[in-house]
């Protein structure tokens, strides 16, 4: 079973900082894309930053310029770089991993716990 675990999730001021990060484990055959995903209560998750397999990357429009995703295969582990944080972060932050965790099995989702980012003003 692939396991995701997040962590870097609090409190903080708005203008802040926060560093993410999010380690897999387990068999994983192919790595399709890391990303993170974020959902605030009453709203539908949505995608926050996605790191697909060849390196590219893509951002919804509010964290341009501010936040950053990035990776080390060694560790496994996807960051997100939070920078110049407004209240509206704040949500609920999700990491997803799409990919196969063997070579005859389907491309599937994989989801972390979640970890919680709250930014006050």
């Known amino acids: 079973q692939v396991q995701l675990v997040e962590s870097g999730g609090g409190l903080v001021q708005a203008g802040g900082s926060l560093r993410l990060s999010c380690a897999a484990s387990g068999n994983i055959f192919r790595v399709d894309s890391r990303g993170w995903y974020r959902q605030a209560p009453g709203k539908q998750r949505e995608l926050v930053a996605i790191?697909?397999?060849?390196?590219?990357?893509n951002y919804v429009d509010s964290v341009k310029g501010r936040f950053t995703i990035s990776r080390d295969n060694a560790k496994n582990t996807v960051y997100l770089q939070m920078n110049s944080l407004k209240p509206e972060d704040t949500a609920n932050y999700y990491c997803?991993?799409?990919?196969?965790?063997?070579?005859?099995?389907?491309?599937?989702?994989?989801w972390g716990q979640g970890t919680q980012v709250t930014v006050s003003s």
């Open positions: 997803n991993l799409k990919g196969r965790q063997y070579w005859y099995t389907a491309t599937g989702d994989y």
């Open positions: 790191l697909t397999s060849d390196g590219s990357t």
